[in-house]
T-cell receptor, first 112, second 112 residues
């Protein structure tokens, strides 16, 4: 079993839809929970992160962490075609404290 | 605000040639990392430097060497390039090890 599981998609939604992206994990020692966005032929861009637990909001993006269920989510409101990209979750902490453990990424397509 | 800068952006090598990939960050981060990204394999850590003066192996260090030149710069060297090292290489940095990382835009390396 992988430490971090993420549905690869692709996920196709119409412009303006609310998008929900999710990851599950198995290591209860994880402390940092991150979301990256990667456009084609570009590096991963850090979108948001939370430390320990709870929610965080930044504009149209909301990140949630549920440590009891070992489940994290990224919500995108009023999705735009420019949101079309691959979204990677990543986590760190505990025994693997020096490195990030990445999900495999979910490809999102927002249709005009 | 440049963030993490990688050079070159593209390179084609012949088998057996050597090459150094350069990375510099201007965020005063202590920790720096080198990854490779391959289709279906995700991001894999090659080497990391938790702080200036230290380097450690990641998941896939064979065939690579690194140098932490100073706090800003972390280079990756291929001594004798092999076709299996054809990949996209990303450099990243974080304030401290294990904290959220910021990535450069990558070096696309092809080895013939």
């Amino acid at each position: 079993q992988k430490e971090v599981e993420q549905d690869p998609g692709p996920l196709s939604v119409p412009e303006g839809a609310i998008v929900s992206l999710n990851c599950t994990y198995s290591n209860s020692a994880f402390q940092y929970f991150m979301w990256y966005r990667q456009y084609s032929r570009k590096g991963p861009e850090l979108l948001m992160y939370t430390y320990s637990s709870g929610n965080k909001e930044d504009g149209r993006f909301t990140a949630q962490v549920d440590k009891s269920s070992k489940y994290i989510s990224l919500f995108i409101r009023d999705s735009q075609p420019s949101d079309s990209a691959t979204y990677l979750c990543a986590m760190s902490g505990g025994d693997s404290s020096y490195k990030l453990i990445f999900g495999s990424g979910t490809r999102l397509l927002v249709r005009p | 605000n440049a963030g993490v800068t990688q050079t070159p952006k593209f390179q084609v090598l012949k088998t057996g040639q050597s090459m150094t990939l350069q990375c510099a960050q201007d965020m005063n981060h202590n920790s720096m990392y080198w990854y490779r990204q391959d289709p279906g394999m995700g991001l894999r850590l090659i080497y990391y430097s938790a702080s200036e003066g230290t380097t450690d192996k990641g998941e896939v260090p064979n065939g690579y060497n690194v140098s932490r030149l100073n706090k800003r710069e972390f280079s990756l060297r291929l001594e004798s390039a092999a076709p299996s090292q054809t990949s996209v290489y990303f450099c990243a940095s974080s304030p401290l090890r294990g904290q959220p990382q910021h990535f450069g835009d990558g070096t696309r390396l092809s080895i013939l």
